[in-house]
């Protein structure tokens, strides 16, 4: 009995067919392998259907997962976390929410809006403690444009991975100890000096790193 004539009805002719479809070897031919682009119905590649694609946003950039360092204390990973979101309680950030204050400039050099990006990167201050921070690691200048530039900066730097989580808690030891002295500025009036800032990230980092690497 052929398996045909165990269908009934027109819905298990075609399923049955597309099954024979699937199983059936691939036809081959001697025309000569050529590159086709399947995400336009032509086939071809044109700048415009890339275009369209984004256009229509089907290449979502993927969403950003910022690494965790459990060499640091989970707080120094919060504080991080945060102000990659841009959730840290910076003046800009307080004026945004109707908050009152007094200024928007930063406490830190009275010059320029005190946003996340400023306080942890572009401020004079920030800069003067990341390029010691860059020396007492051997390592060039720190080249930052955003917090993801200083969250993954590890992932550039030669070397065991070991070396580069330790650098990257260096670097969240860092924002911990700016975010501090600003800390201590806003809300106490205390000036931290560059080099007392600097002592605090070689100590708190030896300390952490030490205690918890093992
Ligand atoms: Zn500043």
Redo the contacts with the bound molecule.
């Keep these: 009995m052929g398996l045909e004539k165990v269908c009934r009805a027109g819905v298990e002719r075609v399923e049955l067919q597309q099954l024979d479809n699937m199983i059936m070897p691939p036809m081959l031919s001697d025309a000569k392998d050529r590159w086709i682009w399947a995400m336009d119905g032509l086939g071809k590649f044109t700048v415009a259907s890339l275009k369209k694609l984004r256009q229509d946003n089907r290449f979502e950039p993927a969403p950003y997962v910022i690494k965790r360092n459990n060499w640091v204390p989970r707080k120094v990973d919060i504080l991080a976390w945060r102000a990659e979101l841009d959730r840290i309680p910076t003046r800009c950030a307080l004026i945004r929410r109707n908050i009152n204050v007094m200024s928007n400039l ?1 406490p ?2 009275s ?2 809006p ?1 946003t996340v990006e ?2 942890f990167i572009s ?4 800069q003067m403690v990341w390029n010691v921070v860059s020396q007492w690691c051997k390592l060039g200048p720190v080249f930052a444009f955003g917090m993801r530039d200083i969250l993954d900066g590890h992932s550039y730097v030669s070397g065991s991975p070991k070396l580069k989580k330790a650098f990257h808690a260096v670097c969240l030891t860092t924002l911990w100890c700016i975010s501090k002295s600003r800390n201590e500025l806003v809300f106490q009036q205390k000036h931290s000096s560059l080099q007392k800032v600097v002592g605090d990230i070689k100590a708190l980092s030896l300390l952490w790193v030490r205690a918890r690497s093992k």
């Design positions: 930063c830190l050099c010059e320029y005190e400023h306080l401020c004079e201050f920030a």
